[in-house]
């Protein structure tokens, strides 16, 4: 008996021995005959090919695919299938090996629906990998190729998926090939639309409307009401994340605007320099991005944490140098202060063009910045949503200042009665020098925060110049709630108008709107109260 056991085991092992030894032989085969199909250079042939590689067990299949539709792939002279990969190194399809690909060789031709066809196959040999990015993405191309060649692989992906979000979009694509292949029960229909319907993305609309005319008609009525459930929840996310897409313009705006409120409010100053102070702000991140890509490539991550004093700093410094050397000779002027910060303004830009030349600068994003999430169907970035959360910072931070600070009561003062101030004690001239560093600085830090979503060039600034005078206008000069009230509401308001307006026109009605409003609230939302100011 255990001698029988013994020869029952060596036949098993010879016989799984014989399989190992095969399965080169067998991917050999199938290589070879894909191989000669791909050389036909007919689009049918190219076809069976790629459905002979799908439903191979070959290493390279899914390589090899991706190949094709990026036509990386070739067929050379001896009959040997070859591909580049995205770096462009050459690689034999069977062995894995490093290959030269000659550059006379043209690679394999394919059209629309064979491009199709390879990522439906590409969406069965990745359902299962290893890798949760690739899982994810074969269902999302199952979903929309809705392919029943792929029903088998999906359904055993659905049973061994441990990623419940993974799992969602596999069963949905199970419910998009149900609801639109033929000769289905109307059953299985009804309950493969109530999967679309609940999921509640564009991607559900279109096995939507695809439904066969061999449906009942209960079946076709269930997605019709489906589709109209779609398009009504769709319409509150998008109106949700226009609101979005507002708040973070709002804060942008925010950031520009709170330094030229203060200053503003303070001095009285029309400042028409305030935009360069943002654009100085923006170039001294790219500097000191530089320095660090140079000499510390490893502390990239810190490169805006450093660039946010250093610009506050740098901002500061120039901002009190102008109020000291021209600004403190023109007040009472204001006419002739509004031209000559124009003219520092044009000197500003036309010294960065002369430093760093008349392009555009290249500003990279830290880590914690890069890539985005989804809040039901809004997708959400994470460079934006620090940039909201750095200008509420800055916000509070001078709010705090202006209530808690020594500087604080005296700015207030000099704001409200300058000569009642004046005849206290406070040294006026310091104030107003101090408050436009102060608000100048501020803009430098919306330079920081700008550079990571716009070019930074010589212009950067003149961009939002218009748009800050709108806001500190808008919310009561000098007052910084009214400040935010009116950045937030400005940039939501912009962000719906576009759509039906355009960008041009939509500024164009808010600067009327504006006009309007001024005329029967001159001080704005919030205005300041003061005897100076009420006089």
Not at 433 to 460: E, K, M, R, W, Y
Not at 503 to 517: D, N, R
Request: net charge positive; glycine share 10%.
């Amino acid at each position: 008996m255990a001698i029988r056991s013994l020869l029952h085991c060596l036949a098993v092992l010879g016989l799984l021995g014989l399989m190992l030894a095969q399965a080169p032989a067998a991917r050999a085969n199938t290589l070879s005959q894909a191989t000669a199909l791909f050389a036909a250079d007919n689009f049918s042939d190219t076809g069976k090919a790629i459905d002979l590689l799908s439903a191979s067990d070959l290493p390279a299949a899914g390589d090899v695919l991706e190949a094709l539709g990026d036509r990386r792939l070739f067929v050379t002279q001896d009959k040997a299938l070859v591909y580049r990969n995205k770096a462009g190194a050459g690689f034999d399809a069977l062995t894995g090996k490093p290959a030269d690909i000659p550059a006379s060789l043209s690679a394999v031709r394919i059209n629309n629906r064979l491009r199709g066809t390879i990522e439906t196959a590409l969406g069965r040999l990745t359902l299962q990998s290893p890798d949760a990015n690739k899982r994810r993405a074969a269902a999302l191309a199952v979903l929309k190729s809705r392919s029943p060649e792929s029903e088998a692989a999906l359904q055993a992906a659905v049973r061994a998926e441990k990623d419940g979000s993974i799992r969602e979009i596999q069963q949905r694509a199970l419910a998009a090939i149900t609801a639109t292949a033929p000769n289905r029960p109307d059953i299985d229909r009804l309950a493969a639309i109530e999967v679309l319907r609940d999921s509640g993305d564009r991607d559900s609309l279109t096995p939507l409307s695809l439904i066969p005319d061999t449906a009942g008609e209960g079946v076709k009525e269930a997605a019709k009401r489906a589709v109209a459930e779609i398009n009504n929840r769709l319409a509150l996310w998008a109106g949700a994340q226009n609101a979005w897409y507002g708040v973070s313009l709002g804060s942008v705006l925010l950031l520009a605007a709170i330094g030229l409120a203060i200053t503003f409010g303070v001095m009285g100053v029309i400042n028409m320099a305030h935009g360069e102070m943002v654009m100085i702000g923006a170039y001294v991140t790219f500097i000191i991005q530089e320095v660090i890509r140079t000499k510390a490539p490893g502390l990239f991550d810190y490169s805006l944490l450093m660039a946010i004093p250093a610009a506050f700093v740098v901002a500061g410094i120039i901002g009190i140098a102008i109020e000291r050397l021209v600004i403190r000779h023109l007040y009472g002027r204001p006419l002739e202060t509004l031209l000559a910060t124009w003219g520092i303004s044009l000197i500003l830009q036309q010294a960065v063009r002369t430093i760093f030349g008349p392009t555009n600068r290249e500003v990279g994003a830290p880590g914690f910045m890069s890539g985005s999430f989804n809040l039901g169907l809004m997708e959400i970035t994470y460079g934006r949503l620090w940039i909201v959360g750095f200008a509420l910072l800055v916000f509070f931070a001078v709010l705090a200042l202006l209530r808690f600070t020594p500087m604080g009561l005296q700015m207030r003062a000099v704001t409200q009665n300058r000569r009642m101030a004046a005849s206290m004690g406070i040294r006026t001239g310091k104030v107003d020098a101090l408050t436009f560093g102060l608000g100048s600085g501020i803009a430098g830090l919306a330079g920081v925060a700008l550079s990571q979503i716009d070019n930074v060039s010589p212009n950067l600034g003149q961009s939002y110049i218009i748009d800050s005078f709108m806001v500190v206008v808008f919310g009561g000069v000098g007052n910084l709630w009214g400040t935010l009230v009116a950045a937030l509401s400005l940039g939501v308001a912009n962000k719906f108008l576009e759509p039906f307006a355009g960008a041009v026109l939509g500024k164009i009605a808010l600067l009327v709107f504006i006009i309007l409003f001024i005329q029967k609230r001159p001080r704005g939302l919030f205005a300041l109260k003061g005897r100076a100011i009420e006089s």
